[in-house]
């Protein structure tokens, strides 16, 4: 029986868009017709008589269940950029964020305000190339005045890219520390504390002894009502939110930092404009565009019918393959699930519950116990295992935010597993 050809070279990778590693050693299943015919044929009974199935990246958190929904939105989000237009370095000269465009930021606002996850009123914006460039102002921002190193924490199970994004530049301004239940150096600190948190979908606040020196950047990437209920509007000193999870976009590389002190904000600032003199126009125009139109879903003459809003939509979608998911876990016995509680959402005014965007299985029998990662790639699944996470092997982070089609296959390998099999059984993988 042929198995896994998977190479380590594909586990090496750091996986995430944002973290390089962005060559597919293996093809991703693109077409529900072929995958899901190919994935009846794959009786894990006979594998070897059947053709081998092509690996499905669940690896990386790339958002593209939302792409139906702005598929649908036909023209509605569509943008005519003439050969004159955007042409400036500036966009808001005489503001402290001056690549940042006025009618991005006043989306950005507007934004935060129909969904009361965050304050914004007297607040710097500052926009930039993703939210991962924002992590690397903030760094900056609060180091580059200090006599001491910053060491960067976070308590685990923590975002696999942070310690790369501590790290990589071996600044002699920070420096990542790991664990932030264990620390206990002396001088500045920066605990990271991202809520709901990725990899586990859990609510979090810091975990070291706040101390003069001390700060905390709140990421609140997964701070959305499709994730999860808006239980309280979040007002930290530094926040960040990303494009790309909140309504889909990733390509446009947009994120923005929601800033109460202005000096820091300058520093974040000046740090943008040393790598790359601000913000593409282009890209803040898109984000704009469809900020807008979410939010003209929701207010005003353009309002949308409640089930194509764009919240309530994706909160559905997500419940749904919740839902699924749960049902194939509990049934096959093998892995287990964070459970997570109702709260009232001040949002939807009512109880909603939590579906984050990953899903962070325990890998709780058999022998590959202690290699999740590998044992979903056996069955032809990508996923990230728990060591890039700060925690141990037996966990596991598989995307929830797949195209429709990849999840269902997801669900469908995931089914062929079941607990008291031999462990060692795998898949005939590509
Ligand atoms: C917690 C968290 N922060 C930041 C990012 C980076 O987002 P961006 O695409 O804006 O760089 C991600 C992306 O996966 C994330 O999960």
């Known amino acids: 029986m042929a198995h896994s050809t998977i190479t380590s070279s594909s586990l090496d990778q750091n996986e995430d868009p944002n973290c390089a590693g962005q060559q597919q050693p293996y093809s991703t299943i693109t077409s529900s017709s072929s995958s899901l015919d190919q994935q009846k044929n794959d009786d894990p009974g006979c594998a070897g008589q059947h053709p081998p199935v092509s690996p499905i990246s669940l690896d990386k958190g790339d958002p593209m269940i939302f792409e139906e929904y702005w598929e649908r939105m036909g023209d509605k989000c569509d943008l005519r950029i003439g050969g004159g237009d955007l ?41 930039g190339t993703g939210s991962s460039q924002l992590v690397q102002t903030v760094l900056y921002a609060l180091s580059s005045d200090s006599p001491h190193p910053l060491s960067v924490v976070c308590a685990p199970p923590y975002y696999s890219c942070y310690p790369e994004l501590a790290g990589i530049l071996k600044s002699e301004l920070y420096k990542w520390e790991g664990d932030a239940h264990t620390f206990n150096k002396d001088g500045p600190f920066l605990e990271l504390v991202t809520s709901p948190n990725n990899p586990d979908g859990s609510i979090r606040g810091p975990v070291v002894r706040p101390r003069a020196g001390g700060h905390v950047m709140y990421d609140l990437a997964y701070y959305w009502p499709q994730f999860t209920p808006i239980t309280h509007q979040a007002d930290h000193d530094i926040m960040i939110f990303t494009f790309s999870k909140s309504v889909g976009h990733a390509g446009s590389r947009i994120g923005w930092a929601i800033v109460k002190n202005k000096e820091i904000a300058i520093k974040m600032v000046k740090l943008i404009e040393v790598l790359s003199i601000g913000v593409s126009k282009e890209a803040q125009l898109r984000a704009t565009k469809i900020l807008g139109a979410i939010c003209d879903g929701y207010e005003g003459s353009l309002a949308m019918p409640e089930s194509d809003k764009f919240f309530d939509y994706f909160r559905r979608i997500m ?67 728990g ?38 059984y795998k898949m005939d993988v590509a």
Not at 94 to 99: A, H, L, M
Not at 333 to 348: A, I, M, T
Not at 358 to 384: N, V
Request: positive net charge.
């Open 319 to 385: 419940a749904e393959r919740w839902n699924k998911l749960r049902e194939v876990v509990k049934k096959n016995q093998v892995f287990s699930l964070p459970e997570y509680q109702q709260e009232q959402c001040l949002f939807s005014e009512g109880l909603a519950g939590t579906h984050p965007g990953f899903a962070w299985l325990k890998c709780e029998k058999g022998e590959s116990k202690d290699d999740a990662e590998g044992f979903l790639k056996g069955y032809g699944i990508q996923a990230r295992g």
């Open 87 to 127: 042409m400036s370095y500036l966009s808001n000269p005489g503001g402290v964020c001056w690549f940042l465009l006025p009618q991005l930021e006043e989306s950005i606002r507007r934004i935060h305000s129909l969904v009361g996850n965050a304050a914004t009123q007297g607040r710097y914006i500052v926009v």
């Open 387 to 424: 060591h890039k996470f700060g925690v141990d092997g037996s966990f596991v982070r598989v995307s929830m935010m797949s195209r429709e089609n990849t999840f269902k296959a997801f669900l469908e390998r995931l089914s062929a597993i079941e607990a008291g099999r031999d462990s060692t």
